[in-house]
Antibody, heavy 116, light 111 residues
Framework: EVQLVESGGGLVQPGGSLRLSCAASGYTFTNDWMSWVRQAPGKGLEWVAN????????YYVDSVKGRFTISRDNAENSLYLQMNSLRADDTAVYYCVRGGTTASYWGQGTLVTVSS | QSALTQPASVSGSPGQSITISCTGTSSDVGGYKYVSWYQQHPGKAPKLLIY???NRPSGVSNRFSGSKSDNTASLTISGLQAEDEADYYCSSYRGSSTLGVFGTGTKVTVL
């Protein structure tokens, strides 16, 4: 059974940093692109970043370029999102997703709240 | 990076069929065969319903079907059931070296 379990969310002040983690299991992690998708409260879905299986290519939505960094540890079957210079409009549930174009499996999500 | 356009809401009675549209451009929906559809119940993570325009993952009911014409993709739910009441999102590939794009989302109400 495919499982994606996110952790690391929480309350952070504007300008602060947070690192999200995602532990993958139940499939061959090294075969697939991985992504982060977010959903602001009461709003729609947004692709945030994705990363190639070997980590050699990474893409970001314009609003997070230069602030967020996606990475992966294939030895640990883990995906990460380092978020710096956080802003109020980054407040959202962040989902770890298997796939770069089609989100075939989703984690349960972790809530990030940016507020003073 | 504008979102794809979906109707805000669609409703139907049990047993009926409804169709949700997803309109983009020749740079996304119209240019590739990589449109997917997701169902999201309140407080839950989205679930993949359709991938590559018209393919259903294992375990997804055949009441859900997808199609595409020019720059518009569509999701049809046949034999509408109470459990289909949820939010639905489309997504499309937009080419290499960039992220995909989601639709604005459609709330389906079963009357």
């Amino acid at each position: 059974e495919v499982q994606l379990v996110e952790s690391g969310g929480g309350l952070v002040q504007p300008g602060g940093s947070l690192r999200l983690s995602c532990a993958a299991s139940g499939y061959t992690f090294t075969n697939d692109w991985m992504s982060w998708v977010r959903q602001a409260p009461g709003k729609g879905l947004e692709w945030v970043a994705n990363i190639k299986p070997d980590g050699s290519e990474k893409y970001y939505v314009d609003s997070v370029k230069g602030r967020f960094t996606i990475s992966r540890d294939n030895a640990e079957n883990s995906l990460y999102l380092q978020m710096n210079s956080l802003r109020a409009d980054d407040t959202a549930v962040y989902y770890c997703v298997r796939g770069g174009t089609t989100a075939s499996y989703w984690g349960q999500g972790t809530l990030v709240t940016v507020s003073s | 990076q504008s979102a794809l356009t979906q109707p805000a809401s669609v409703s139907g009675s049990p047993g009926q069929s409804i169709t949700i549209s997803c309109t983009g451009t020749s740079s996304d929906v119209g240019g590739y065969k990589y449109v997917s559809w997701y169902q999201q119940h309140p407080g839950k993570a989205p679930k993949l319903l359709i991938y590559d325009v018209s393919n259903r993952p294992s375990g997804v009911s055949n009441r859900f079907s997808g199609s595409k014409s020019d720059n518009t993709a569509s999701l049809t739910i046949s034999g509408l059931q109470a459990e289909d009441e949820a939010d639905y999102y489309c997504s499309s590939y937009r080419g290499s070296s960039t992220l995909g794009v989601f639709g604005t989302g459609t709330k389906v109400t079963v009357l």
